[in-house]
């Protein structure tokens, strides 16, 4: 069975920093993408990036790009998000979540999500 | 970007009535590579993650049962949902993948008994 545990959120004030974690098991990471999606408090989802599954492409969000890194060490078999200068409309649930395919694709399945909040 | 648009933003069912959710995209998403329509239904109920329902606009997961289906091609793409059970009871949303930039989802859709 495919998991995903999320952690490392945090109450944050603004411009500090945090990493996430997403611990996967049961498949072989390098053959899949992994994306984050967060989704703010009441609100839909928001795609924030994408790592392929050999970890050698990336995509970002336009509202993450330059401030978030994602990154992903298929050895032990975890996906991580690293956040800089956070702002106060980050604060979100964030969600680690397996693609479909190497380069992408849907969502599934997706990780329990661990809280960021952002705030003085 | 691609744009993604539900209607309607919320809507109330009686239990064994069917609903019907649709989702617009501001460009096609239909790959003419492979015929395929680049997209996915999701369900989100409180307090859980989103849970995949439906891919390729049409094939249903393992498991999600065939009340569930999904419709559509190009632009305009449907979600059914047939004897509608208080289990459905959640918020549903579309998402396209035909690019990665960005992955968008629509604005979501609320469903009540």
């Known amino acids: 069975e495919v998991q995903l545990l999320e952690s490392g959120g945090d109450l944050i004030q603004p411009g500090g920093s945090l990493r996430l974690s997403c611990a996967a098991s049961?498949?072989?990471?390098?053959?899949?993408?992994m994306s984050w999606v967060r989704q703010a408090p009441g609100k839909g989802l928001e795609w924030v990036s994408v790592?392929?599954?050999?970890?050698?492409?990336?995509y970002y969000a336009d509202s993450v790009k330059g401030r978030f890194t994602i990154s992903r060490d298929n050895s032990k078999n975890t996906l991580y998000l690293q956040m800089h200068s956070l702002r106060a409309e980050d604060t979100a649930v964030y969600y680690c979540?397996?693609?479909?395919?190497?380069?992408?694709?849907?969502?599934?399945?997706w990780g329990q999500g661990t809280l960021v909040t952002v705030s003085s | 970007d691609i744009v993604m648009t539900q209607s309607p933003d919320s809507l109330a069912v009686s239990l064994g009535e069917r609903a019907t959710i649709n989702c617009k995209s501001s460009q096609s998403i239909l790959h003419s590579s492979n015929n395929k329509n680049y997209l996915a239904w999701y369900q989100q109920k409180p307090g859980q993650p989103p849970k995949l329902l439906i891919y390729?606009?049409?094939t249903r997961e393992s498991g999600v049962p065939d009340r569930f289906s999904g419709s559509g091609s190009g632009t305009d793409f449907t979600l059914t949902i047939n004897s509608l059970q208080a289990e459905d009871v959640a918020v549903y949303y579309c998402?396209?993948?035909?690019?990665?930039?960005?992955?968008?989802f629509g604005q979501g859709t609320k469903l009540e008994i």
């Open positions: 049961g498949f072989t990471s390098s053959s899949y993408a």
């Open positions: 979540a397996k693609c479909s395919g190497s380069g992408g694709g849907w969502f599934d399945p």
């Open positions: 790592i392929s599954g050999s970890g050698g492409t990336t």
């Open positions: 998402q396209q993948y035909y690019t990665t930039l960005p992955y968008t």
């Open positions: 390729w606009a049409s």
